[in-house]
């Protein structure tokens, strides 16, 4: 974090935004500066993210950021880039590392290439997914660039044909193998390439069905089990491969990495699904969970993020 002649350091709370995922993350950065003030020792500031980020940010001059955007422009190195720019520490990825985490494509390609295991995808038209099925179901269809589940498509074998998908969805979409099992997840912590980064611990995710944005955001939408009570090689994997995509993607500060796990065929049945280099921080979330059970508090768990800010992400 940057350091200034104010006494109490001033820390900038980004939330809202402009992005299909504003309200997730107004509870994400309400939690958080909560959390901060709990803590104690920062001036914590609420900044609610519109077009006029640049000139708020230049009038209140903070010493660092806790980034709390989810979606577009707040995880794609949009916002990344700009507080660069103007020179101001912030947490969470930098700007090569956010853009490509949230392609989902290209982190596949990141993740190929460090040997991590993935399913098959491609990228097609919205109106060709709707016209045909582009792959034998079951399959999957999602933007390429959002998160939190915002418009995500099971196609079942026994569905009768291609899915209709919603004006919302974007131009271009992803279709990607389905893969079957548990769900699983695991964040890392880590502040430098190459340095100190490590997994906290492996969580399942018990739903009654898709883990779907209202299962990932609404009380009893979910049940976590934490840490999983999995067999200890694949814990392990899970750990493995969370730290490998996080420093595969160069990302800083905490990350979170999903997986999929058909536990019929042992150690091959991990499917690693993607990495959210904005993780939520909301009162259901999954990293803070983890962090708390590795003997971190929320509270301490935000203000590492708040000491780990920097530039030159």
Same mark, same amino acid.
């Given at each position: 974090?940057?350091?200034?002649?104010?006494?109490?350091?001033?820390?900038?709370?980004? !939330?809202?935004?402009? @992005? #299909?995922?504003?309200?997730?993350?107004?509870?994400?950065?309400?939690?958080?500066?909560?959390?901060?003030?709990?803590?104690?020792?920062?001036?914590?500031?609420? =900044?609610?993210?519109?077009?006029?980020?640049?000139?708020?940010?230049?009038?209140?001059?903070?010493?660092?950021?806790?980034?709390?955007?989810?979606?577009?422009?707040?995880?794609?190195?949009?916002?990344?880039?700009?507080?660069?720019?103007?020179? !101001?520490?912030?947490?969470?990825?930098?700007?090569?590392?956010?853009?490509?985490?949230?392609?989902?494509?290209?982190?596949?390609? =990141?993740?190929?290439?460090?040997?991590?295991?993935?399913?098959?995808?491609?990228?097609?038209?919205? %109106?060709?997914?709707?016209?045909?099925? =582009?792959?034998?179901?079951?399959?999957? =269809?999602?933007?390429?660039?959002?998160?939190? @589940?915002?418009?995500?498509?099971?196609?079942?074998?026994?569905?009768?044909?291609?899915?209709? !998908?919603?004006?919302?969805?974007?131009?271009?979409?992803?279709?990607?193998?389905?893969?079957?099992?548990?769900?699983?997840?695991?964040?890392?912590?880590?502040?430098?390439?190459?340095?100190?980064?490590?997994?906290?611990?492996?969580?399942?995710?018990?739903?009654?069905?898709?883990?779907?944005?209202?299962?990932?955001?609404?009380?009893?939408?979910?049940?976590?089990?934490?840490?999983?009570?999995?067999?200890?090689?694949?814990?392990?994997?899970?750990?493995?491969? #969370?730290?490998?995509?996080?420093?595969?993607?160069?990302?800083?500060?905490?990350?979170?990495?999903?997986?999929?796990?058909?536990?019929?065929?042992?150690?091959?049945?991990?499917?690693?699904?993607?990495?959210?280099?904005?993780?939520?921080?909301? %009162?259901?979330?999954?990293?803070?969970?983890?962090?708390?059970?590795?003997?971190?508090?929320?509270?301490?768990?935000?203000?590492?993020?708040?000491?780990?800010? @920097?530039?030159?992400?």
């Amino acid at each position: 974090m940057g350091t200034s002649s104010r006494t109490t350091p001033t820390v900038a709370v980004l !939330l809202g935004g402009l @992005s #299909a995922e504003r309200e997730v993350s107004l509870s994400t950065g309400r939690a958080c500066a909560a959390a901060l003030r709990e803590h104690g020792g920062y001036n914590v500031v609420e =900044v609610d993210a519109g077009r006029d980020l640049c000139a708020v940010l230049t009038d209140l001059n903070p010493d660092a950021i806790l980034n709390c955007l989810h979606g577009r422009w707040g995880e794609d190195g949009c916002v990344q880039g700009l507080l660069e720019w103007m020179g !101001l520490p912030y947490s969470h990825s930098g700007v090569l590392a956010s853009a490509l985490a949230m392609d989902k494509q290209r982190s596949k390609e =990141v993740y190929r290439s460090a040997g991590l295991p993935v399913v098959d995808s491609v990228i097609c038209r919205k %109106a060709e997914v709707m016209a045909q099925h =582009v792959m034998p179901p079951p399959y999957v =269809v999602k933007p390429n660039n959002e998160g939190s @589940s915002v418009g995500v498509y099971l196609v079942n074998a026994e569905n009768n044909g291609p899915p209709q !998908l919603d004006d919302a969805m974007p131009e271009f979409v992803m279709v990607e193998t389905y893969a079957p099992g548990r769900e699983l997840t695991t964040t890392v912590m880590g502040s430098r390439a190459g340095g100190d980064a490590r997994a906290l611990t492996v969580t399942d995710i018990i739903t009654t069905g898709w883990y779907d944005y209202d299962a990932k955001y609404k009380e009893g939408g979910s049940t976590h089990v934490v840490p999983a009570d999995i067999p200890q090689d694949i814990f392990d994997l899970c750990l493995d491969y #969370a730290l490998r995509a996080h420093e595969a993607l160069g990302c800083r500060g905490v990350s979170r990495t999903d997986f999929r796990w058909d536990e019929t065929r042992g150690a091959d049945g991990l499917i690693l699904l993607e990495t959210n280099t904005q993780p939520g921080m909301t %009162a259901t979330s999954l990293s803070p969970e983890q962090a708390q059970s590795c003997g971190m508090s929320f509270p301490d768990f935000c203000a590492w993020m708040v000491e780990d800010a @920097s530039c030159g992400r």
